[in-house]
Protein backbone atom coordinates (compact mmCIF):
# COMPACT_ATOMS: atom_id res chain seq x y z
CA UNK A 1 0.00 0.00 0.00
CA UNK A 2 1.24 3.65 -0.73
CA UNK A 3 1.98 6.24 2.15
CA UNK A 4 2.31 9.97 1.68
CA UNK A 5 4.77 12.25 4.32
CA UNK A 6 4.98 15.66 4.64
CA UNK A 7 7.24 16.62 7.15
CA UNK A 8 6.66 20.80 7.33
CA UNK A 9 3.29 20.30 9.75
CA UNK A 10 3.32 24.33 9.73
CA UNK A 11 5.45 26.94 8.23
CA UNK A 12 5.02 30.34 8.01
CA UNK A 13 6.59 32.89 5.90
CA UNK A 14 6.79 36.66 5.32
CA UNK A 15 5.06 37.96 1.66
CA UNK A 16 7.59 37.63 -1.23
CA UNK A 17 9.24 34.95 0.21
CA UNK A 18 10.20 31.75 -1.38
CA UNK A 19 8.10 27.91 -0.21
CA UNK A 20 8.93 24.55 -0.65
CA UNK A 21 7.20 22.37 1.02
CA UNK A 22 8.29 18.72 1.13
CA UNK A 23 6.56 15.77 0.17
CA UNK A 24 7.46 11.83 -0.11
CA UNK A 25 6.00 9.24 -0.76
CA UNK A 26 6.60 5.37 -0.28
CA UNK A 27 5.40 2.69 -3.05
CA UNK A 28 7.35 0.68 -5.19
CA UNK A 29 5.39 0.93 -8.55
CA UNK A 30 4.16 3.58 -10.84
CA UNK A 31 2.53 6.39 -9.67
CA UNK A 32 0.45 9.50 -10.13
CA UNK A 33 1.32 12.08 -7.44
CA UNK A 34 -1.08 15.51 -6.70
CA UNK A 35 -0.90 18.88 -4.15
CA UNK A 36 -4.28 19.62 -3.37
CA UNK A 37 -5.13 23.05 -1.81
CA UNK A 38 -7.76 23.89 1.08
CA UNK A 39 -8.08 27.67 1.56
CA UNK A 40 -9.76 28.84 4.50
CA UNK A 41 -13.41 28.13 4.48
CA UNK A 42 -13.31 26.37 0.99
CA UNK A 43 -13.25 23.06 -0.47
CA UNK A 44 -9.94 20.87 -0.91
CA UNK A 45 -9.47 21.78 -4.78
CA UNK A 46 -6.36 20.53 -6.77
CA UNK A 47 -3.21 22.32 -7.28
CA UNK A 48 -1.43 20.39 -10.13
CA UNK A 49 -0.84 16.87 -10.58
CA UNK A 50 1.76 14.91 -12.46
CA UNK A 51 1.32 11.79 -14.80
CA UNK A 52 3.90 11.70 -16.91
CA UNK A 53 6.91 12.88 -18.88
CA UNK A 54 8.76 16.15 -17.78
CA UNK A 55 8.86 15.93 -14.25
CA UNK A 56 8.36 19.72 -13.49
CA UNK A 57 5.06 20.59 -13.07
CA UNK A 58 3.22 23.80 -13.11
CA UNK A 59 0.01 24.25 -11.52
CA UNK A 60 -2.26 27.45 -10.81
CA UNK A 61 -1.41 30.56 -9.26
CA UNK A 62 2.45 30.22 -9.87
CA UNK A 63 2.92 26.94 -7.72
CA UNK A 64 5.25 24.22 -9.56
CA UNK A 65 6.37 20.66 -8.32
CA UNK A 66 9.24 18.33 -9.27
CA UNK A 67 9.09 14.90 -9.65
CA UNK A 68 12.38 13.13 -8.23
CA UNK A 69 11.60 9.39 -8.36
CA UNK A 70 14.70 8.63 -7.14
CA UNK A 71 14.13 10.34 -3.80
CA UNK A 72 10.30 9.12 -4.16
CA UNK A 73 9.22 13.22 -3.45
CA UNK A 74 7.23 15.69 -5.18
CA UNK A 75 8.37 19.13 -3.81
CA UNK A 76 6.01 21.79 -3.83
CA UNK A 77 7.42 25.21 -4.71
CA UNK A 78 6.55 28.53 -5.78
CA UNK A 79 9.26 31.50 -6.17
CA UNK A 80 7.22 34.20 -4.45
CA UNK A 81 4.37 33.87 -1.95
CA UNK A 82 1.61 36.41 -1.43
CA UNK A 83 -0.80 36.67 1.66
CA UNK A 84 -3.46 34.83 0.02
CA UNK A 85 -1.45 31.68 -0.12
CA UNK A 86 -2.62 31.29 3.02
CA UNK A 87 -3.94 27.96 3.68
CA UNK A 88 -3.33 23.94 3.98
CA UNK A 89 -1.58 21.86 1.20
CA UNK A 90 -2.04 17.90 0.82
CA UNK A 91 0.30 15.85 -0.79
CA UNK A 92 -1.32 12.95 -2.15
CA UNK A 93 -0.36 9.90 -4.49
CA UNK A 94 -2.45 7.19 -6.89
CA UNK A 95 -0.83 4.17 -7.53
CA UNK A 96 -0.26 4.25 -11.39
CA UNK A 97 -1.47 0.99 -12.50
CA UNK A 98 -5.65 1.03 -11.19
CA UNK A 99 -7.27 3.35 -14.08
CA UNK A 100 -7.59 6.61 -14.12
CA UNK A 101 -10.09 6.35 -11.30
CA UNK A 102 -8.99 5.10 -7.62
CA UNK A 103 -8.82 6.34 -4.31
CA UNK A 104 -6.11 8.92 -3.02
CA UNK A 105 -3.68 8.29 -0.08
CA UNK A 106 -2.89 11.69 1.52
CA UNK A 107 -0.20 13.15 3.88
CA UNK A 108 -1.16 14.60 7.01
CA UNK A 109 -1.23 17.90 5.05
CA UNK A 110 1.05 21.55 6.18
CA UNK A 111 -0.41 24.74 7.13
CA UNK A 112 1.02 27.85 5.31
CA UNK A 113 0.81 31.06 7.24
CA UNK A 114 1.64 33.48 5.55
CA UNK A 115 2.54 37.33 6.99
CA UNK A 116 1.93 40.76 5.46
CA UNK B 1 -21.95 24.84 -12.59
CA UNK B 2 -23.24 23.21 -9.36
CA UNK B 3 -20.70 21.34 -7.33
CA UNK B 4 -20.59 18.50 -5.27
CA UNK B 5 -22.91 19.64 -2.16
CA UNK B 6 -22.88 17.73 1.42
CA UNK B 7 -26.03 17.75 3.80
CA UNK B 8 -25.96 17.85 6.41
CA UNK B 9 -23.08 20.81 7.14
CA UNK B 10 -22.80 19.80 10.91
CA UNK B 11 -23.81 16.94 12.53
CA UNK B 12 -23.83 16.37 16.06
CA UNK B 13 -25.09 12.79 17.93
CA UNK B 14 -24.73 11.04 20.89
CA UNK B 15 -22.49 7.85 21.21
CA UNK B 16 -24.77 4.71 20.08
CA UNK B 17 -26.86 6.48 17.57
CA UNK B 18 -26.83 6.19 13.72
CA UNK B 19 -26.51 8.91 11.24
CA UNK B 20 -27.10 9.04 7.61
CA UNK B 21 -24.69 11.77 5.76
CA UNK B 22 -25.39 12.81 2.28
CA UNK B 23 -23.88 13.68 -1.18
CA UNK B 24 -24.74 15.09 -4.26
CA UNK B 25 -22.14 14.62 -6.63
CA UNK B 26 -21.43 17.26 -9.98
CA UNK B 27 -24.60 16.02 -12.79
CA UNK B 28 -22.60 13.72 -14.65
CA UNK B 29 -19.69 12.13 -12.63
CA UNK B 30 -20.48 8.99 -12.50
CA UNK B 31 -17.48 7.64 -9.94
CA UNK B 32 -18.16 9.00 -5.95
CA UNK B 33 -15.70 8.96 -3.22
CA UNK B 34 -16.15 9.22 0.41
CA UNK B 35 -13.10 10.35 3.06
CA UNK B 36 -12.65 11.46 6.41
CA UNK B 37 -10.16 13.96 7.36
CA UNK B 38 -9.92 13.36 11.57
CA UNK B 39 -8.56 16.66 13.01
CA UNK B 40 -4.87 17.06 12.24
CA UNK B 41 -4.65 14.84 9.53
CA UNK B 42 -4.93 14.50 5.81
CA UNK B 43 -7.85 13.03 4.03
CA UNK B 44 -8.35 9.08 4.78
CA UNK B 45 -10.39 7.40 1.73
CA UNK B 46 -13.61 4.89 2.97
CA UNK B 47 -14.81 3.87 -0.31
CA UNK B 48 -15.60 4.41 -4.10
CA UNK B 49 -18.52 4.25 -6.22
CA UNK B 50 -18.68 3.73 -10.14
CA UNK B 51 -21.85 4.27 -10.74
CA UNK B 52 -24.33 2.16 -8.40
CA UNK B 53 -21.48 -0.24 -7.54
CA UNK B 54 -18.85 0.37 -4.91
CA UNK B 55 -15.51 -0.17 -6.71
CA UNK B 56 -13.27 -0.48 -3.49
CA UNK B 57 -14.59 -0.46 -0.14
CA UNK B 58 -11.02 -1.02 1.56
CA UNK B 59 -11.28 2.13 3.52
CA UNK B 60 -14.43 1.36 5.47
CA UNK B 61 -12.67 0.96 9.38
CA UNK B 62 -15.27 -1.75 10.30
CA UNK B 63 -18.94 -2.91 9.38
CA UNK B 64 -20.40 -0.12 11.54
CA UNK B 65 -19.84 1.55 8.47
CA UNK B 66 -21.64 1.37 4.83
CA UNK B 67 -22.80 3.65 1.78
CA UNK B 68 -25.32 3.25 -0.60
CA UNK B 69 -25.53 4.35 -3.98
CA UNK B 70 -28.65 2.91 -5.40
CA UNK B 71 -29.22 5.35 -8.59
CA UNK B 72 -26.04 6.03 -9.28
CA UNK B 73 -26.17 9.56 -8.51
CA UNK B 74 -26.87 10.97 -4.66
CA UNK B 75 -24.44 8.66 -2.18
CA UNK B 76 -25.65 8.05 1.34
CA UNK B 77 -22.67 7.42 4.16
CA UNK B 78 -24.59 5.30 6.59
CA UNK B 79 -22.78 5.13 10.22
CA UNK B 80 -24.43 2.59 13.33
CA UNK B 81 -23.69 2.49 16.45
CA UNK B 82 -21.41 5.96 16.48
CA UNK B 83 -18.31 6.14 19.06
CA UNK B 84 -16.65 9.45 20.00
CA UNK B 85 -14.01 8.21 17.47
CA UNK B 86 -15.90 8.77 14.72
CA UNK B 87 -15.75 12.38 14.94
CA UNK B 88 -14.27 13.58 11.99
CA UNK B 89 -15.14 15.86 8.88
CA UNK B 90 -16.60 13.32 6.06
CA UNK B 91 -15.66 14.57 2.74
CA UNK B 92 -17.27 13.45 -0.68
CA UNK B 93 -15.78 13.40 -4.06
CA UNK B 94 -17.07 12.70 -7.27
CA UNK B 95 -15.39 12.41 -11.17
CA UNK B 96 -16.13 11.81 -14.63
CA UNK B 97 -15.65 8.35 -15.64
CA UNK B 98 -12.60 6.60 -15.89
CA UNK B 99 -12.12 6.80 -19.90
CA UNK B 100 -8.42 5.97 -21.51
CA UNK B 101 -5.54 7.29 -19.98
CA UNK B 102 -6.24 10.75 -18.78
CA UNK B 103 -7.12 11.81 -15.52
CA UNK B 104 -10.47 12.68 -14.11
CA UNK B 105 -10.09 15.11 -11.16
CA UNK B 106 -11.69 14.40 -7.85
CA UNK B 107 -14.00 17.77 -7.05
CA UNK B 108 -14.32 18.06 -3.18
CA UNK B 109 -17.34 19.01 -1.45
CA UNK B 110 -17.51 21.10 1.66
CA UNK B 111 -17.38 18.14 4.22
CA UNK B 112 -19.97 17.22 6.62
CA UNK B 113 -18.58 17.66 10.49
CA UNK B 114 -19.28 14.70 12.68
CA UNK B 115 -19.45 15.40 16.33
CA UNK B 116 -20.01 12.13 18.14
CA UNK B 117 -21.09 12.96 22.10
Known amino acids: AQSVSQHNHHVILSEAASLELGCNYS??????LFWYVQYPGQHLQLLLK??????LVKGIKGFEAEFIKSKFSFNLRKPSVQWSDTAEYFC??????????????FGTGTRLQVTL | GAGVSQTPSNKVTEKGKYVELRCDPI?????LYWYRQSLGQGPEFLIY????????DSGLPNDRFFAVRPEGSVSTLKIQRTERGDSAVYLC???????????????FGPGTRLTVL
Open chain 2, 93 to 107: ASSLRASGSSYNEQF
Open chain 1, 27 to 32: YGGTVN
Open chain 1, 50 to 55: YFSGDP
Open chain 1, 92 to 105: AVKAGNTGTASKLT
Open chain 2, 27 to 31: SGHTA
Open chain 2, 49 to 56: FQGTGAAD
